[in-house]
């Protein structure tokens, strides 16, 4: 149980495009859904935090208006990269948290964006 | 705030060797601890966790005991495998009520097993 999914597992993307990511909560409602990227050999740094329904909560220094989620049901959070540049290759994990225990996090897979 | 601190790596050993990773903690309060690991390409998989004093968590052969007076949480293994090559990281999450956790992260050790 608590599986959590990512789509794309890797995507390349031309600079100046768009590029969405996409987290789903497989077997169990995730109120809370978290953003990370983890730069080469670097520890994870959260994004952002987005509960369902809500805006979400950015953590200083993330752009907002460049790093779009959204997270319009308890299983589906949605990362938007907007005009990718070479310095947001990187790889994004999702975790979501909601399951059995609320207080645990369940990391997907991770997404690796490189952008050329 | 809350903080991790993990021992730098990357850590080389040989088959079947002991493994210790320390790993100390800040926080208030009484944290949750975690060790998550990172398989090359991959995401992070929860290891295992303890969420009060004294509590030890095992998964896998490697154990890591919640030591509140030396605010400490290193990961061990009596016998590492090639397979256990791997990023770890100590993590910890506030605890207590609300649901919304914030999970704070160590740096990551890596860990290379040679045959």
């Known amino acids: 149980g608590a599986v959590v999914s990512q789509h794309p597992s890797w995507v390349i993307c031309k600079s100046g495009t768009s590029v969405k990511i996409e987290c789903r909560s497989l077997?169990?409602?995730?109120?809370?859904m978290f953003w990370y990227r983890q730069f080469p050999k670097q520890s994870l740094m959260l994004m952002a935090t987005?509960?369902?329904?809500?805006?979400?909560?950015?953590e200083q220094g993330v752009e907002k208006d460049k790093f779009l989620i959204n997270h319009a049901s308890l299983t589906l959070s949605t990362l938007t990269v907007t005009s990718a540049h070479p310095e947001d290759s990187s790889f994004y994990i999702c975790?979501?948290?909601?399951?059995?225990?609320?207080?645990?996090?369940?990391f997907g897979p991770g997404t690796r964006l490189t952008v050329t | 705030g809350d903080s991790v601190t993990q021992m730098e790596g990357p850590v080389t050993l040989s088959e079947e060797a002991f493994l210790t990773i320390n790993c100390t903690y800040t926080a208030t309060g009484y944290p949750s601890l975690f060790w998550y690991v990172q398989y090359p390409g991959e995401g992070l998989q929860l290891l295992l966790k303890?969420?009060?004093?004294?509590d030890k968590g095992s998964n896998k052969g490697f154990e890591a005991t919640y030591r509140k007076e030396t605010t400490s949480f290193h990961l061990e293994k009596g016998s590492v495998q090639v397979s256990d090559s791997a990023v770890y990281f100590c993590a910890l999450s506030p605890g207590g009520s609300g649901g919304y956790q914030k999970v704070t992260f160590g740096t990551g050790t890596k860990l290379q097993v040679i045959p």
């Open positions: 987005s509960n369902e329904g809500s805006k979400a909560t950015y």
């Open positions: 975790s979501a948290s909601g399951g059995k225990n609320p207080y645990e996090q369940y």
């Open positions: 077997d169990f409602q995730a109120t809370t």
């Open positions: 303890a969420t009060k004093a004294d």
